[in-house]
């Protein structure tokens, strides 16, 4: 089992867990393979190409009766049947079904004169859904018991399906499901929720529960970081509940083999979400879940060999206890992460690992601002933030990038809290719209919206009608994201902004 480092967003994407690759020997005599009276010899070997599992097109299609014509002119596929005409082009991820535009998964690669598409095209158009079966050492491309099914000879693999049985003499060995788990975490980890979570509910059809329950609990912990990612970006009530529903799917398999590191990894997502909850609603209820949640953490993870992990949960719980303001007990946690912090920062020499200690730590200096010693931990926070730009530049962790000047921008408003000087509020516009350059209304709504309404705030302090009204075109943009229903608690405080900024403008006089 591989301990993954916690990634610097506070959300444990869990890629360990996978199972050293088991490989299926192929036999070395032929296998005779027979289903609906219908008997084919043709070797099949699925490939792996970036994570997507391909099979020739010819034989899956001919054995359920289709035409299947190449015309090496254009490199061209014409594939027919009754009522379908699909048409497929060496090294093009499109195809035409019907003369109808569909997007593969893949490009349609040549492999020793022999045309490969994606499974997942192939299956869909034989009407099929694709499984692995482990018990039988089947790929099924068939709702069809695979209990009729008669395999002569031993541990070869057979793509099944509706009267097809071809066999395969490269087995499509369980490697197969881990390099598509693999392939799916890399998604995850490069900030693509929606592509992650189509994969792994595509690999859900390859696996059961009961079959891999280490497997299936990985995929549920990851598909609840995938919801809570996409939460940032979109519906963010739904999809934390998404990912609460799979966080505990994970938990109560890990519960159940007494796997107490990963029972605390979990159990401190769930109540990262429970937190989340509280951003958009403001009910309490959720803080004191999430509490409960990291304290079960805490007692779960050893005291040797964990520090950071506990780091980060010290912080969840600081912040927690302050939006529940009790600052004493906030302090507390703060401090103790940020020892944690300030040790390990001391002794890291991998810039990866630098990094992610290194924003956190910045954020436990921000979050302490707020509680006391205003400017020196603001200033701790500023300087830890921009040495964190040096090696997080817009061009390679653009995500970094922006959420670092956020951060800044709300430091230098607290600078101005500090000492009234202006030069301070105009840093911090400056920061947001550094910020803004990449959390668009389009791609990156939810952090645009908190963006624009935290830059209104700073409009709000300059004393002078133009920014008076860029306070109000700030609330606005916030309002085109917070809407009632979705954000209420977001929605109030933009509301209440924009209409503080209303009746401050007939205050200043119009400069014309």
């Not at 975490?185 to 329950?213: F, G, H, Q, T, W």
Request: hydrophobic share 40%.
């Amino acid at each position: 089992m591989i301990r993954n480092i916690i990634n610097m967003f506070m959300i444990f994407i869990l890629l360990s867990l996978i199972p050293q690759a088991v490989y299926a020997e192929a036999s070395s005599q032929t296998t005779r393979v027979m289903l609906n009276s219908i008997k084919i010899n043709d070797s099949l070997s699925p490939k792996i190409i970036n994570g997507v599992v391909f099979v020739p097109v010819r034989p899956a299609f001919e054995a359920l009766k289709w035409q299947v014509e190449w015309n090496n002119a254009d490199k061209s596929i014409t594939i027919t049947n009754t009522d379908k005409s699909i048409l497929l082009k060496a090294g093009s991820s499109e195809a035409y079904l019907n003369g109808e535009y569909i997007l593969l998964d893949g490009p349609i690669v040549l492999i020793n004169g022999r045309a490969f598409a994606p499974s997942k095209f192939v299956a869909e158009q034989l009407g099929v859904k694709v499984r692995w079966n482990t018990r039988d050492n089947l790929l099924i491309l068939a709702n069809i018991d695979s209990s009729s099914v008669t395999v002569n000879g031993s541990r070869n693999i057979v793509i099944a399906g509706n009267g097809i049985i071809v066999n395969i003499f490269e087995p499509y060995s369980t490697d197969t499901v881990y390099d598509m788990l693999n392939y799916a975490d890399m998604i995850l980890c490069s900030n693509k929720p929606l592509v992650a979570l189509e994969r792994y509910k595509k690999i859900l059809d390859n696996i059961s529960k009961e079959e891999n329950p280490d497997t299936y609990a990985h995929i549920m912990n990851n598909m609840g970081n995938a919801y809570s990612t996409l939460a940032e970006i979109r519906d963010m009530y739904s999809n934390i509940l998404n990912a609460i529903d799979k966080y505990k799917q994970a938990l109560s398999i890990y519960e159940e083999s007494f796997d107490t590191i990963n029972c605390a990894i979990i159990s401190n997502n769930i109540g990262n979400a429970y937190r989340t909850l509280w951003e958009v609603s403001h009910d309490n209820s959720n803080l004191l879940k999430a509490l409960a949640l990291y304290t079960k953490a805490l007692n779960l993870y050893p005291h040797e060999g964990y520090a950071l992990d506990h780091a980060l949960i010290y912080y969840n719980t600081g912040i927690t206890y302050k939006a529940l303001g009790e600052n004493s007990l906030a302090s507390e946690n703060l401090l103790k992460a940020q020892n944690i912090y300030e040790i390990a920062l001391k002794t890291s020499s991998n810039e990866s690992e630098f990094g992610v200690i290194g924003y956190n730590l910045a954020n436990v200096y921000k979050a302490l601002s707020e509680l006391s010693e205003k400017k020196k931990y603001l200033e701790k926070s500023r300087t830890a933030f921009e040495e964190l730009l040096k090696i997080r530049p817009l061009e390679t962790y653009p995500i970094d990038y922006a959420r670092i000047h956020k951060c800044l921008g709300d430091i230098y408003k607290g600078f101005f809290e500090v000492d009234s000087n202006e030069e301070n509020l105009t840093k911090a516009v400056e920061e947001f719209e550094e910020c803004l350059k990449f959390y668009t209304f389009e791609n990156y709504p939810i952090d645009y919206a908190k963006s624009q309404y935290m830059m209104g705030n700073v409009y709000m302090l300059m004393s002078d009608r133009y920014n008076i009204s860029n306070a109000v075109n700030a609330y606005q943009e916030a309002l085109k994201v917070f809407n009632a229903s979705d954000f209420p608690a977001y929605n109030k405080l933009a509301f209440n902004g924009l209409e503080a900024a209303k009746t401050a403008a007939p205050l200043y006089p119009s400069e014309n």
